[in-house]
């Protein structure tokens, strides 16, 4: 059992800069896998970083070179800078954990870009 809780949401302008982080309740580095999602009103929720333990990373293609996913797994805190954003960026983002076969969820951090 893991409580992820997010923080770092707001109202940025476009170009602007965030640091979204996920807060668990034990150690990270026994969560195999802890990701960000992201959903935009009226669109499915979609992935937006994804890292592993072992130190794997992945982007989706509209954030590579913008946004940087990363642990302290000291501080059992994920993180997500976002550079650069875009309103395109607007949503509630989401952090992910995966343990085996269990799925845990926070409850969502809104972050809106104006133009």
């Known amino acids: 059992q893991v409580q992820l809780v997010e923080s770092g949401g707001g109202l940025v302008q476009a170009g602007g800069s965030l640091r979204l982080s996920c807060e668990a309740s034990r150690s990270i580095s026994s969560i195999n896998v802890m990701d960000w999602y992201r959903q935009a009103p009226g669109k499915q929720r979609e992935l937006v970083a994804a890292?592993?333990?072992?130190?794997?990373?992945n982007y989706a293609d509209s954030v590579k070179g913008r946004f940087s996913i990363s642990r302290d797994n000291a501080k059992n805190v994920m993180y997500l800078q976002m550079n650069s954003l875009e309103p395109e960026d607007t949503a509630v983002y989401y952090c992910?954990?995966?343990?085996?076969?269990?799925?845990?969820w926070g409850q969502g951090t809104q972050v809106t870009v104006s133009s």
């Open positions: 992910h954990g995966q343990i085996a076969l269990w799925h845990y």
């Open positions: 890292s592993t333990a072992g130190g794997t990373i």
